[in-house]
């Protein structure tokens, strides 16, 4: 008898090919059998009407500190994502020394945007290596499978020391060699790979800048090596490329003197017209010269959101706004309601750009979210339809009901007004989605739900171009993900292969509103977004969520890499 049988659900099975009616059996935390399926199971599923589709494969999320104390990794676990793979853009909290526990956290805040009191009060610390770290990770109960890298600003700090913080400081011969033992033996102990960061943007709590943003080609190929010698694991970086070229060999060299796979993140960026094309044609001869090199691309636009809880706040330049910034905002939200109040901090602000960002790019979130907006509804092109100020639109906006509405911005892959730009870049045959950055980014972005968009937008609800192909959008974040990072046990449905599966009321599947709430660690807060159309999400065969609440099964694990 199957441990469970999901039957008469229409199959989309991660391969790419056609969706097609059938049932599925799964057994031992495999799957048993795919089509009909005459034989009962201990527990069957009336699939009729859902998609029944494997669990998708989050490469890019930051659960680093989360997941030693959260079992659930939300808000992965509410978008369907089964397996999650961390210690991406060079942060993380392994190797760490003792006395580097408060800087570590201070560029994780900085970088990543997760509230520094929560990370000190929920991290326990009881590791200091790596193979420790994942000691201490596999000690905790999971609802979902949990994966983790190598960072290279953790890494430079435990060799270096206080000389480490410094990105203009080089490692001697020694440090190399010694981050390249240190490499070896966490990718032998279980480490998906190692991740590092080139960006301006990335920076700590202080404003410093993330310790590898200089580091040489000394550096990263002699820790790369340490992979290359172990024959396992893959790198992960993300980079300015202000110099195109130069920037991408430094970043080729790692994979191609170690002989491991890189994935690098790619953008359309407002200042570099075409520039993610330079980036993909540079990939596309590394992987001609036998380099394998793939692009990690965001499904929608990578920006911010604005509002009256998080930190971006939009009225930030009126001194009137700053005396009452600190009251609780129902205390707020009275205040701004005040018409002397409302003039003079419309005033103050005039008709100029909130948070230096330009009108013409800054729209109204909504409920459904509007990930695509047309610029004919920026919050500039509605003020001058309605005769208005953008700042008294943006002001009435988020002063209504209980405060909670959100101002989006997009940045990245939007230079347009559209996102043509970013499909392009889904569809070249040598890039997967990532870059949802999961767990972090509290007060500023709530992406953690890039699976559920990327399918949803992208595979039913676009108006504003061309839709892709559904079999193929759950292919990208279900196999290709996987084989990103080297699973080849799940993200199909087939026999022997993962039992993680998602059963999905298509009609119903959206995400929900961004929402503030308070649940980390020492009350520390962070955007969330939900979503519903949800109806099972299986990992190992055992039923985790149902219809959006957890079930109290716990059968994730720590995974301990993927092999060579």
């Not at 190399?176 to 700590?204: C, D, K, P, Q, Y």
């Not at 094309?277 to 920006?303: F, N, S, Y």
């Not at 639109?393 to 730009?421: H, I, K, W």
């Amino acid at each position: 008898m199957h441990d469970l049988v999901v039957r008469g659900g229409t199959l989309i099975d991660g391969t790419g090919a056609p969706a097609r009616e059938g049932d599925l059996a799964l057994r031992d935390g495999r799957v048993a059998e795919v089509g009909e399926v005459g034989e009962k199971g201990r527990r069957e599923i009336d699939a009729r009407g859902l998609l029944v589709t494997p669990g998708f494969v989050d490469v890019h999320t930051h659960y680093d500190g989360q997941a030693t104390w959260d079992p659930l990794t939300t808000p992965s676990v509410w978008h369907g994502v089964t397996t999650v793979v961390m210690g991406n853009c060079g942060v993380g909290f392994a190797p760490a020394r003792p006395d580097r526990h408060a800087w570590l956290i201070s560029l994780m805040e900085g970088v990543e945007d997760i509230p520094g009191t929560a990370l000190a009060e929920g991290i326990r610390w009881n590791w200091e290596s790596f193979p420790e770290y994942l000691d201490a990770l596999e000690a905790v109960p999971h609802a979902i499978d949990v994966g983790a890298q190598l960072p290279h600003g953790a890494l430079r700090a435990y060799v270096m020391g206080e000389r480490g913080a410094d990105h203009t400081e080089r490692p001697t011969d020694v440090e190399i060699e010694e981050m390249a033992r240190l490499a070896f033996e966490a990718v032998n102990a279980g480490a998906f790979g190692f991740s590092t960061s080139r960006t301006v943007a990335h920076r700590t709590r202080d404003g410093d800048p993330t310790p590898s943003l200089t580091a040489s080609r000394d550096e990263l190929v002699g820790v790369a090596r340490g992979l290359g010698a172990a024959r396992r694991g893959v790198l992960q970086a993300v980079a300015d490329f202000f110099d195109m070229e130069a920037d991408f060999e430094v970043l080729c060299a790692m994979a191609r003197e170690s002989g491991r796979p890189l994935s690098i993140t790619v953008l359309d960026r407002p200042e570099s017209s075409g520039g993610w094309r330079d980036l993909m044609t540079l990939i596309e001869k590394a992987c001609a010269g036998g380099v394998v090199v793939r692009g990690q691309v965001a499904p929608r636009p990578v920006g911010l959101l604005m509002g009256l809880q998080g930190s971006a706040q939009p009225f930030g330049a009126s001194e009137a706004y700053q005396g009452i910034a600190a009251l609780p905002l129902p205390e707020r939200l009275t205040r701004m309601r005040e018409p002397q109040l409302r003039e003079r901090i419309l005033a103050e602000l005039g008709d100029g750009p909130l948070m230096r960002m330009p009108l013409d790019n800054v729209y109204l979130l909504g409920d459904p979210p509007d990930y695509e907006p047309d610029p004919s509804i920026s919050l500039a092109a509605l003020a001058r339809q309605r005769g208005t100020s953008a700042a008294a639109l943006a002001y009435d906006a988020l002063t209504a009901g209980e405060g909670e509405d959100l101002l989006f911005v997009p940045v990245m892959n939007y230079r347009q007004g559209d996102l043509e730009s970013t499909r392009e870049m889904l569809l070249h045959p040598l890039t997967v989605p990532g870059l949802g950055d999961a767990g972090a980014h509290c007060s500023l972005i709530s992406d953690g739900s890039f699976p559920t968009t990327l399918v949803t937008h992208w595979g039913r609800d676009r108006t504003r171009g061309e839709r892709l192909p559904l079999e193929w959008l759950f292919r990208t974040q279900t196999r290709d993900t996987a084989e990103l990072v080297g699973l080849t046990d799940r993200g199909v449905l087939a026999p022997g292969m993962k039992a993680d599966v998602n059963l999905i009321d298509w009609d119903r599947l959206a995400t929900g509103k961004p929402q503030m709430v308070a649940d980390l660690p020492a009350g520390g807060k962070r955007l969330i977004q939900r979503a519903r159309g949800y109806r099972y999400t299986i990992v190992s065969g055992q039923v985790v969520m149902e219809d959006g609440e957890h079930t109290r099964a716990l059968p994730g694990r720590l995974l301990r890499g993927a092999g060579g």
